[in-house]
């Protein structure tokens, strides 16, 4: 059976894939986990797009964002927001930083994100609105400061995401799963706020409604279900780590497979010689 560490890293692989799947996650974003054991630490990726991180890529690092062992791999450049999260919010396991298409109409045009619909109630009856602009003037919008990630932590406050002007968004949650479950229909509700200002006038949840629907949608059973929902679908898009592991074409070979591999094709060929 997995150590717990070793599971962290790949469900951090697969909140990643999951995401990139789904449309959320494209070249840039990237998913973090907490240790489940040191509270001071968390897990992420190095810098990798998401539908390719594999467990291995996978990295320890304290809640400064600095690795816990040196590493000559390249990092993100924003990973201080995971580490102000994690710093800030001590009931939150997981984040998640994106674009998403389905956001990005809200950050440009500073429209606010409300709850429309029972599912779209993970985001809570008011998303906060971070501009950079704000606290640090001209930037070029990249969070790479410990004082801009906690600027942003501050901005969140007890929320489960805050949109980010011009940038994109930072979703929180509780474990993996509850916070790509909160990623996935927090864009849907934005992708059907707006279609619906379309159609005429949107109507939002009333607050006792997102506060009811949210107690359901924090139950265990949601997140089990939609999760074997998300990681099905990745194993049917060929991406899953399962589809890796049984011998199917990776979409991400490591680096350092892929140079052990290159190793050996030159010693046959020498052979040949
Ligand atoms: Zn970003």
């Known amino acids: 059976m997995a150590s717990i560490i070793e599971q962290t890293r790949v469900d951090v692989a697969l909140g990643n894939r999951i995401l990139a799947n789904e449309g959320i996650l494209d070249a840039f974003g990237h998913v973090s986990i907490r240790n489940p054991t040191n509270p001071n630490r968390y897990f992420l990726s190095r810098s990798r797009s998401p539908e390719l991180v594999e467990p291995g890529d996978v990295l320890e690092y304290d809640l400064d964002s600095n690795p816990?062992?040196?590493?000559?791999?390249?990092?993100?450049?924003?990973?201080?927001?995971?580490?102000?999260?994690?710093?800030?919010?001590?009931?939150?396991?997981?984040?998640?930083?994106?674009?998403?298409?389905?956001?990005?109409?809200?950050?440009?045009?500073?429209?606010?994100?409300?709850?429309?619909?029972?599912?779209?109630?993970?985001?809570?009856?008011?998303?906060?609105?971070?501009?950079?602009?704000?606290?640090?003037?001209?930037t070029n919008l990249l969070l790479v400061k410990p004082e801009e990630g906690a600027s942003l932590a501050r901005a969140l406050g007890q929320a489960p995401l805050v949109l980010m002007k011009g940038h994109g968004a930072t979703v929180v949650g509780s474990n993996v799963q509850e916070l790509v479950f909160r990623t996935i229909y927090s864009c849907r509700n934005a992708e059907y706020q707006f279609l619906a200002k379309m159609l005429g006038n949107v109507s939002t949840l009333r607050p006792g409604e997102v506060e009811k629907s949210a107690q359901i949608h924090s139950m265990p059973t949601s997140s089990f279900r939609t999760w074997e929902y998300w990681t099905t679908r990745l194993e049917k898009a060929g991406n899953g780590l399962r589809a890796r592991r049984s011998g199917k074409k990776p979409v991400g070979a490591s680096r350092k497979r892929a140079s052990v591999a290159k190793a050996k094709a030159k010693k046959v060929k020498g052979r040949k010689r």
């Open 68 to 138: 816990v062992k040196s590493t000559k791999e390249r990092l993100y450049a924003e990973r201080v927001i995971h580490g102000e999260m994690y710093k800030a919010r001590p009931d939150v396991m997981a984040v998640v930083h994106h674009h998403a298409p389905a956001v990005m109409p809200f950050v440009i045009a500073g429209v606010e994100l409300q709850p429309v619909m029972h599912l779209g109630a993970v985001i809570g009856p008011k998303v906060p609105f971070w501009d950079q602009y704000d606290e640090f003037g001209d």
